[in-house]
């Protein structure tokens, strides 16, 4: 056991050792981190928010930084806030300030921004007996030398005056101006930079007369560029207190200048140009702070501050507002070298290459589409003549044969076309069948051509005809003595087959066959396909009139469900018809009755996430009917032209709600109305639509008018007219369901449309489908470029939202954010914010 003890004691000194040892150099890195960390003292002669200061400092931040990564530094910012309280007790309360934070702290450099800032750093060193280096921003020549005062361990950003850009601007404005009127307020760097101006005007051009406007209030100032020479310019320095000590915030003060200003108004810095002014060659806050940066590094770089010559020539940079001096018909190609141009607008071609050679082919294609529509065109109209002349001969042989019995037999029986019986002779089959056939079954199938009108306007009327010749062939070859089939008018045809259920089904399913294979004709290959509704004897009806409109409705049935399919009637088709019939009873009974609401569903800015607007929504609840939906009844309503008067109602109601909305203090939230083809195509549908907006006192701007694409094919030219005259009045036009329907590019182009509203079927699988992403993605992209504002309806998801979002999506809608919701709910999502999902829409 003593042997050990020697070893333990050994390993027990080594342990000490190292810990002692691991402290010191801990304490080392701490001492040399203390060490290397630079105190700066930013100084500031204006306040946090003025964005002249905010440029400089953050400038000098990040250069800083930048410049040298591996100091570290601490920041200390203080803002005297000088424009606002320019007096004795301010500078008292920054002196007990600093000397209260930072009397015992270690300041490596003082940084004033502007004359005032600097005055008070040199009496705030002088004061401590520290000669603490100071790197100033924001001075003047002169200023600097009376501050300075020949101190040391002093050394800046002079603001150097580069008049001459801006005289050139000027002359290219106004070839004849002499006359400078320059806007100061009555501080000390107001005061040292008109005096600058001054001599730098005259150092350029001694015949240029430079006017200081004296101490005057903002509206007396106004009233005098009001009326200033032609020969004349406005040069704005600095301004931010009027002669009664009224604050003017620059923004503010450059836009009343600009409005009201006869003559083109030039500023001498930057925070300015965006509110009216031209621009010029400016001074930049944050060129100041990068130039400051530079020095405060070289001297932290171990160079004497001394040695560092102040920077006098930071050289101003000429930028100047396309949208002011456009006005002026100027040929930016003359302004001076380098000038930089803000809110210059790109060309398309610029600003999307490939979507601009896109259109262009396009347009190619379009020419080469209307060439060929103008050749058949011309064929139309020559076989319009030919068919003109063919009447001609067929109403002269009508008078030859009008004698003859049997002839005219067979024009009353027949169709003169294809030959086939006619509706006359399937009449009277039928009732044929049902006197002495009372008990075997019959199947009526009425059959129509899809899509025949294309062959017609494509090919010519003539060509149509031949055509359906053709057809009644293929049907004659199907014809025994239980089918039979007719010609009943147009490109509807007709088989009366007497069979059992199976053998009716057989039939419609070979006379189907038939049209799985092209027809040829004149070396032309026309693929075509049949609608067919199938009425069968007795079930489906025992009278004539009965089995023609009942298989007339089953046809229909079959173009409803994508053509090309033979339908046989049902009880189901009888109980729609019914119903159709009900909803169209009770819709004049709504109206007169107030059984119609409207609900509203609130649409989101993406950029805040805030409401913008509503768009109306009609329900109907009716006392014998119960909850109609929309679709249940506006397609019949069209139908039945009373979507006139419910249009009407719907738009009336609309506008009281943005007047309400006005009145509970939401002035520009935009209430958006859905308009029918049907009222779009009244006479006084313009007239109605602005009076009502007139009468309410509303601005148009508030009103949105939602189109569907459907809309536009049907009346392109006279919704134009229309729409043109609403949007010239400042209503927006909305297109909807963009992007289900035909998505033209020429109704972007050429319709007065202000905002492209993306169907649901782009949003519900823009998360799921990579293709429909880049579609929706190309969709807002093309109507950002053609100014088009998007808005998408059915958002349901955050991802969805997040999603559009990325691709700077406007505006959405959705049970995301709230369902449509009645009048009051929706004054409630307003005051909430915008946001609850548990509001309903009257069917959930």
């Known amino acids: 056991m003593l042997s050990i003890r020697p070893r333990v004691a050994l390993l027990i000194i080594v342990m000490m050792a190292l810990i002692v040892s691991q402290f010191e150099n801990s304490y080392s890195l701490s001492q040399s981190r203390v060490e290397q960390e630079k105190h700066i003292l930013v100084l500031n002669s204006y306040h946090r928010?003025?964005?002249?200061?905010?440029?400089?400092?953050?400038?000098?931040?990040?250069?800083?930084?930048?410049?040298?990564?591996?100091?570290?530094?601490?920041?200390?910012?203080?803002?005297?806030?000088?424009?606002?309280?320019?007096?004795?007790?301010?500078?008292?309360?920054?002196?007990?300030?600093?000397?209260?934070?930072?009397?015992?702290?270690?300041?490596?450099?003082?940084?004033?921004?502007?004359?005032?800032?600097?005055?008070l750093a040199i009496d705030y060193r002088q004061e401590q007996l520290k000669n603490i280096p100071i790197v100033f921003t924001g001075v003047s020549q002169g200023s600097f030398k009376l501050l300075s005062n020949d101190e040391e361990n002093i050394t800046g950003v002079i603001e150097n005056i580069d008049l001459a850009p801006t005289i050139q601007i000027a002359k290219l404005l106004k070839p004849d101006f002499n006359k400078i009127y320059t806007i100061h307020d009555f501080t000390?760097?107001?005061?040292?930079?008109?005096?600058?101006?001054?001599?730098?005007?005259?150092?350029?051009?001694?015949?240029?007369?430079?006017?200081?406007?004296?101490?005057?209030?903002?509206?007396?100032?106004?009233?005098?560029?009001?009326?200033?020479?032609?020969?004349?310019?406005v040069l704005i320095t600095t301004y931010y207190r009027d002669a009664q000590g009224l604050i003017v915030e620059n923004s503010e003060f450059a836009s009343l200048i600009s409005k009201y200003s006869n003559v083109p108004v030039f500023s001498l810095y930057d925070f300015y140009l965006g509110y009216g002014v031209i621009g010029g060659a400016v001074l930049q806050g944050s060129k100041q702070g990068e130039f400051a940066a530079k020095?405060?590094?070289?001297?932290?770089?171990?160079?004497?501050?001394?040695?560092?010559?102040?920077?006098?020539?930071?050289?101003?940079?000429?930028?100047?507002?396309?949208?002011?001096?456009?006005?002026?018909?100027?040929?930016?190609?003359?302004?001076?070298?380098?000038?930089?141009?803000?809110?210059?607008?790109?060309?398309?071609?610029?600003?999307?290459?490939?979507?601009?050679?896109?259109?262009?082919?396009?347009?190619?294609?379009?020419?080469?589409?209307?060439?060929?529509?103008?050749?058949?065109?011309?064929?139309?109209?020559?076989?319009?003549?030919?068919?003109?002349?063919?009447?001609?001969?067929?109403?002269?042989?009508?008078?030859?044969?009008?004698?003859?019995?049997?002839?005219l037999k067979k024009l009353v029986y027949f169709d003169s076309l294809t030959k086939l019986p006619n509706r006359i002779a399937l009449t009277n089959d039928i009732q044929e069948h049902v006197k002495q056939q009372e008990s075997i079954t019959a199947a009526l199938m009425i059959i129509d051509i899809d899509n025949f009108k294309y062959i017609n306007d494509t090919l010519g009327h003539h060509f149509g005809d031949e055509f359906l010749i053709e057809i009644a062939k293929i049907f004659l070859n199907l014809s025994s003595q239980s089918i039979r089939v007719y010609r009943i008018g147009g490109d509807e045809f007709a088989f009366l087959v007497t069979a059992s259920m199976p053998q009716i089904e057989i039939a419609a399913q070979e006379i189907m066959n038939c049209f799985h294979k092209p027809i040829y004709m004149d070396k032309i290959k026309i693929h075509t396909t049949l609608s067919m509704g199938i009425a069968v004897y007795p079930f489906a009806g025992k009278t004539v009139q009965q089995l023609l409109k009942?298989?007339?409705?089953?046809?229909?049935?079959?173009?409803?469900?994508?053509?090309?399919?033979?339908?046989?009637?049902?009880?189901?088709?009888?109980?729609?018809?019914?119903?159709?019939?009900?909803?169209?009873?009770?819709?004049?009974?709504?109206?007169?009755?107030?059984?119609?609401?409207?609900?509203?569903?609130p649409q989101y800015k993406t950029s805040n996430d805030k409401i913008s607007g509503f768009e109306a929504l009609i329900r109907w609840k009716s006392r014998e009917l119960g909850m109609v939906p929309p679709n249940d009844f506006i397609k019949i309503a069209e139908e039945s032209q009373k979507i006139v008067a419910i249009g009407k109602w719907v738009?009336?109601?609309?506008?009281?709600?943005?007047?309400?909305l006005i009145k509970r203090g939401y002035k520009d939230i935009k209430v958006s109305v859905n308009i029918s083809i049907v009222q779009l195509i009244q006479d006084d549908f313009t007239d109605f639509i602005l009076a009502t907006i007139e009468s309410k006192n509303l601005d148009f701007k508030l009103i949105e008018l939602e189109i569907t694409e459907t809309v536009l094919i049907r009346s392109v030219q006279e919704?134009?007219?229309?729409?043109?005259?609403?949007?010239?009045?400042?209503?927006?036009?909305?297109?909807?369901?963009?992007?289900?329907?035909?998505?033209?590019?020429?109704?972007?182009?050429?319709?007065?449309?202000?905002?492209?509203?993306?169907?649901?079927?782009?949003?519900?699988?823009?998360?799921?489908?990579?293709?429909?992403?880049?579609?929706?993605?190309?969709?807002i992209s093309m109507a950002h470029k053609l100014n088009l504002e998007v808005i998408a309806e059915g958002v349901e998801t955050k991802l969805q939202l997040d999603t559009l979002k990325k691709y700077n999506c406007d505006k959405v809608q959705g049970y995301y954010y709230s369902k449509p919701v009645p009048e009051e709910q929706a004054f409630l999502l307003l005051e909430s914010k915008g946001v609850d999902r548990n509001l309903q829409d009257g069917y959930n």
């Not at 008109?194 to 209030?217: E, G, W, Y």
């Not at 202000?754 to 949003?763: G, Q, S």
């Open 651 to 660: 738009f009336v109601n609309s506008c009281d709600f943005a007047s309400k």
């Open 295 to 407: 020095l405060a590094n070289d001297y932290f770089d171990d160079k004497e501050l001394k040695s560092l010559t102040p920077v006098v020539d930071p050289k101003t940079e000429v930028i100047v507002d396309y949208n002011e001096i456009t006005k002026y018909k100027v040929d930016i190609n003359k302004l001076p070298k380098d000038t930089v141009i803000l809110n210059k607008p790109l060309s398309f071609k610029e600003s999307n290459p490939e979507a601009y050679y896109l259109v262009m082919t396009v347009i190619f294609l379009l020419i080469i589409l209307v060439l060929s529509l103008i050749y058949y065109t011309r064929r139309l109209i020559r076989t319009k003549r030919q068919l003109e002349s063919q009447n001609e001969e067929l109403h002269d042989l009508y008078e030859q044969i009008y004698n003859s019995e049997e002839e």
């Open 49 to 119: 928010g003025f964005k002249w200061t905010d440029d400089t400092v953050t400038s000098f931040l990040e250069t800083l930084e930048s410049l040298s990564p591996e100091h570290k530094y601490a920041f200390y910012i203080e803002y005297l806030d000088w424009k606002k309280y320019p007096t004795q007790k301010n500078i008292e309360n920054m002196y007990a300030n600093l000397r209260y934070k930072y009397g015992s702290k270690p300041i490596d450099l003082i940084v004033a921004t502007d004359d005032k800032a600097l005055e």
């Open 188 to 233: 000390e760097s107001g005061i040292a930079m008109n005096k600058d101006v001054s001599s730098t005007v005259k150092s350029i051009d001694a015949s240029l007369n430079c006017i200081a406007l004296p101490p005057m209030a903002v509206d007396d100032i106004i009233a005098s560029v009001k009326e200033l020479p032609s020969d004349s310019i």
């Open 719 to 779: 919704a134009y007219t229309k729409l043109e005259t609403l949007r010239s009045k400042g209503v927006s036009i909305s297109l909807d369901d963009f992007g289900t329907g035909y998505s033209s590019l020429s109704y972007l182009q050429n319709l007065p449309i202000t905002t492209l509203k993306m169907d649901r079927a782009f949003v519900e699988d823009i998360t799921k489908n990579t293709i429909t992403e880049n579609l929706a993605s190309f969709i």
């Open 550 to 601: 009942n298989a007339d409705i089953a046809m229909y049935e079959a173009k409803q469900r994508g053509k090309e399919r033979y339908v046989f009637f049902d009880d189901v088709m009888n109980y729609r018809i019914i119903e159709k019939t009900k909803i169209e009873h009770n819709l004049q009974f709504a109206l007169d009755n107030k059984e119609f609401m409207l609900y509203f569903q």
